[in-house]
């Protein structure tokens, strides 16, 4: 009887048995009827149980002010040790060019396209995750992005504070930390060990240096322990894509280039369900343009939800309203488009029968900071012009058995420049998809782009272009 006594669990120890399980397979106790994965590589005693308050991480200030000045400290140091002469100069910095950023007031800089439109947001995202990863949300991380911004522009460099600096690392900063964070979430393992674990904490330092260098300061690269349950998004799709492309000047057949091209898109969440919290769902691309030096990087696309409501949710239609804020970067040997930007969407799934679906999407965007292409000299020094504007974007997709399969897309941009030739830039693009699902991991594309710009300038002629692009690509998608 002694022996049935101790091999009999009593009702509250299998309890506590379902609630360790459930912890250990979404990283704290999951309610009744909500989907989990177990990890079923971990036993329950390998890997200490938490409760979801351990995951509110303490909330550590001056460890995240003393990241953001390492930081600017390293770029300063790098500028100033690494860079040839005379760009090496502008990072000398002393008392005295602090203390005439300060009086100075800001300015519009001539740095190129690639520096303002994409190092500086990068930039900014590197502050932003030092707030994320020492346990600041969205919003207050968002704060930190700003301090940074300054923090560099008054005390990181001996150029003068510039507004479009000030508004490219912070705003768009906010998009690529969050990214970045998100991202790296779901590469780290937290339950990992061994070889696995390296691997996986050296992949998120890539995706994430602030945080990854945060999580090896701390100590959290090598403590094993449950991961927290938000880590992976309720749905995500991401492809790599390897292809050719062609440019055209105004027709496609009159083309410049033929080059070959290396892509990364993805979805984040559920652009339907996933609206609770900025960034619960997101859509973002990159695009390397092979052998096209200095415009190797050819795209930078940020698309993230930062709140909405649902309209109308049935088993064959969804509805809902949402804001987004965006960040663009395209740059070509045609072209240059930028713009940080929030706006207001509306957006719609049709199943049109068990396999197929139709989404449309409606959004205007108002631009906080565009910057497009400049036909002229001027004395910015810059070939594109700054300035804000407004925008609006049309998106018509039909899937196939939860696979893209035709898409159609237009863009409008109006800009009104205020640092460089006065001039109205009023921007298009217009895309044409076709998918074709080969395997479930597998898809042969072609996109065909049309670019059409018109300039009209105050004192100089207008200038009209047109830029057929099309890109022929294999692309491999995870779920």
Same mark, same amino acid.
């Given at each position: 009887?002694?022996?049935?006594?101790?091999?009999?669990?009593?009702?509250?120890?299998?309890?506590?048995?379902?609630?360790?399980?459930?912890?250990?397979a979404?990283?704290?106790?999951?309610?009744?009827?909500?989907?989990?994965?177990v990890?079923?590589?971990?036993?329950?005693?390998?890997?200490?149980?938490?409760?979801?308050?351990?995951?509110?991480?303490?909330?550590? $200030?001056?460890?995240?002010i003393a990241?953001?000045?390492?930081?600017?400290g390293?770029?300063?140091?790098?500028?100033? %040790?690494?860079?040839?002469?005379?760009?090496n100069?502008?990072?000398?910095?002393?008392?005295?060019?602090?203390?005439?950023n300060?009086?100075?007031?800001?300015?519009?800089?001539?740095?190129t %396209?690639?520096?303002?439109?994409?190092?500086?947001?990068w930039?900014?995202?590197?502050y932003f995750?030092?707030? *994320?990863?020492?346990?600041?949300?969205?919003?207050?991380?968002?704060?930190?992005?700003?301090?940074?911004?300054?923090?560099?522009?008054?005390?990181?460099?001996?150029? @003068?504070?510039?507004?479009?600096?000030?508004i490219n690392?912070?705003v768009g900063?906010?998009?690529? $930390?969050e990214?970045m964070?998100?991202?790296?979430?779901?590469?780290?393992?937290?339950?990992?060990?061994?070889?696995?674990?390296?691997w996986r904490?050296?992949?998120?330092?890539?995706i994430?240096?602030? *945080?990854?260098?945060?999580?090896?300061?701390t100590?959290?690269?090598?403590?094993?322990?449950?991961?927290?349950?938000?880590r992976?998004? /309720?749905?995500?799709?991401?492809?790599?894509?390897?292809?050719?492309?062609?440019?055209?000047?105004?027709?496609?057949?009159?083309s410049?280039?033929?080059?070959?091209?290396?892509?990364?898109?993805?979805q984040y $969440?559920?652009?339907? *369900?996933?609206?609770?919290?900025?960034f619960?769902?997101f859509?973002?691309?990159?695009?390397l343009?092979?052998?096209?030096d200095?415009?190797?990087l050819?795209?930078?696309?940020? @698309?993230?939800?930062?709140?909405?409501?649902?309209?109308?949710?049935?088993?064959?239609?969804?509805?809902?309203?949402a804001?987004?804020q965006d960040?663009?970067?395209?740059?070509n040997?045609?072209?240059?488009y930028?713009?940080?930007?929030?706006g207001?969407?509306?957006?719609?799934?049709?199943a049109?029968s068990?396999?197929?679906?139709?989404?449309?999407?409606l959004?205007?965007?108002?631009?906080?900071?565009?910057?497009?292409?400049?036909?002229?000299?001027?004395? /910015?020094?810059?070939?594109?012009?700054?300035?804000?504007?407004?925008g609006?974007?049309?998106?018509?997709?039909?899937?196939?058995?939860?696979?893209?399969?035709?898409?159609?897309a237009?863009?409008?941009?109006?800009?009104?420049?205020?640092?460089?030739?006065?001039?109205?830039?009023?921007v298009?693009?217009?895309?044409?998809?076709?998918?074709?699902?080969?395997?479930?991991?597998f898809?042969?594309?072609?996109?065909y782009t049309?670019y059409?710009?018109?300039?009209?300038y105050?004192l100089?002629?207008?200038?009209?272009?047109?830029n057929?692009?099309? @890109?022929?690509?294999?692309?491999?998608r995870?779920?």
């Amino acid at each position: 009887m002694q022996r049935r006594a101790v091999l009999k669990p009593t009702l509250r120890q299998a309890a506590a048995g379902v609630a360790a399980v459930c912890a250990l397979a979404g990283g704290g106790p999951v309610a009744a009827g909500t989907p989990s994965s177990v990890d079923s590589t971990k036993s329950i005693g390998s890997v200490p149980l938490r409760t979801p308050e351990s995951f509110v991480a303490k909330r550590r $200030g001056l460890r995240t002010i003393a990241e953001i000045l390492a930081q600017n400290g390293i770029q300063t140091l790098g500028g100033r %040790f690494f860079m040839e002469p005379p760009s090496n100069q502008g990072f000398v910095i002393s008392t005295h060019t602090i203390h005439e950023n300060l009086i100075s007031g800001q300015e519009w800089d001539d740095n190129t %396209f690639s520096a303002n439109n994409y190092r500086h947001p990068w930039q900014g995202g590197m502050y932003f995750d030092a707030a *994320r990863a020492n346990g600041y949300d969205f919003w207050a991380s968002s704060m930190f992005s700003f301090a940074g911004s300054a923090l560099w522009e008054y005390t990181g460099e001996a150029h @003068h504070p510039s507004y479009n600096d000030m508004i490219n690392t912070h705003v768009g900063g906010i998009a690529f $930390g969050e990214v970045m964070f998100r991202l790296s979430s779901m590469v780290l393992d937290n339950t990992a060990t061994g070889s696995n674990r390296a691997w996986r904490e050296l992949g998120a330092l890539a995706i994430s240096p602030t *945080r990854g260098f945060n999580r090896m300061f701390t100590g959290e690269a090598f403590k094993v322990h449950a991961n927290p349950p938000d880590r992976i998004p /309720s749905v995500h799709q991401f492809g790599f894509d390897v292809g050719v492309r062609t440019l055209g000047e105004d027709r496609l057949w009159s083309s410049s280039q033929t080059r070959m091209f290396i892509g990364v898109e993805g979805q984040y $969440g559920d652009r339907f *369900r996933d609206l609770a919290r900025p960034f619960d769902n997101f859509a973002f691309g990159l695009r390397l343009n092979l052998k096209s030096d200095p415009k190797n990087l050819g795209r930078i696309l940020m @698309h993230g939800v930062l709140g909405g409501r649902s309209l109308g949710d049935t088993a064959t239609h969804q509805h809902i309203i949402a804001a987004y804020q965006d960040l663009d970067y395209i740059d070509n040997d045609a072209y240059t488009y930028g713009g940080q930007s929030f706006g207001v969407g509306y957006q719609s799934r049709f199943a049109t029968s068990s396999q197929t679906a139709l989404r449309t999407a409606l959004f205007v965007n108002g631009i906080l900071l565009g910057a497009t292409k400049s036909d002229y000299a001027n004395v /910015s020094g810059r070939d594109y012009d700054y300035g804000p504007g407004m925008g609006f974007k049309f998106v018509a997709s039909m899937s196939r058995n939860g696979r893209e399969v035709f898409s159609l897309a237009h863009e409008s941009y109006y800009i009104h420049s205020v640092s460089g030739n006065d001039m109205d830039s009023y921007v298009n693009f217009s895309t044409v998809r076709v998918l074709a699902p080969a395997k479930d991991w597998f898809t042969i594309g072609v996109d065909y782009t049309l670019y059409h710009a018109e300039r009209r300038y105050a004192l100089y002629p207008d200038v009209t272009t047109r830029n057929p692009e099309l @890109h022929a690509y294999l692309a491999w998608r995870i779920d």
